[in-house]
């Protein structure tokens, strides 16, 4: 894009923001708890929705949760840090429900009943036919 193209825009009514090109496959890393915004744009930007099984509320209007607690010595980093929407960032933090990152983009959440639940690269698939008995 043109250096005058950019002027044409600053100079009409347009409210332009420009922000810095993120790499995402760049491994950014912090040591504090609070998730800087440059790493919940990465965040956002690889993984589009929440990533509780079925869930389906874009990254943009979800919470940026670490998969390894941050007082469990989860690092606040590109491979650590996932969507969740409000209800199922509270769903993992007040209830048994657990998971872990598979790989970049995939996930194994384990019910409070015991059911295993695989969210790959967007679609859920259950594991567990069944709920174990107690
Ligand atoms: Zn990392
Ligand atoms: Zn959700």
């Not at 950019?6 to 420009?18: K, P």
């Not at 440059?38 to 919470?63: G, I, K, M, S, Y």
């Not at 048994?96 to 384990?110: F, I």
Request: hydrophobic content about 30%; charged content about 25%; proline content about 7%.
């Amino acid at each position: 894009m043109s250096t005058e193209q950019v002027r044409d825009w600053c100079n009409g009514d347009a409210q332009v923001v420009i922000k810095p090109v993120i790499d995402l496959d760049a491994h950014h890393h912090t040591e504090a708890y609070v998730v800087p915004d440059r790493l919940v744009e990465q965040t956002r930007l690889t993984h589009p929705a929440c990533a509780f099984p079925w869930c389906e509320r874009p990254a943009r209007r979800c919470d940026t949760d670490h998969v390894v607690a941050h007082g469990a010595g989860g690092p606040t980093c590109s491979c650590n840090l996932t969507p969740l929407c409000r209800r199922h960032h509270r769903a993992k933090t007040h209830t048994a429900w657990t998971y872990d990152k598979t790989d970049a983009a995939s996930y194994l959440w384990r019910s409070p009943h015991g059911l295993h639940l695989v969210k790959d690269r967007g679609s859920t698939r259950l594991l567990t036919a069944h709920p174990p008995d107690a």
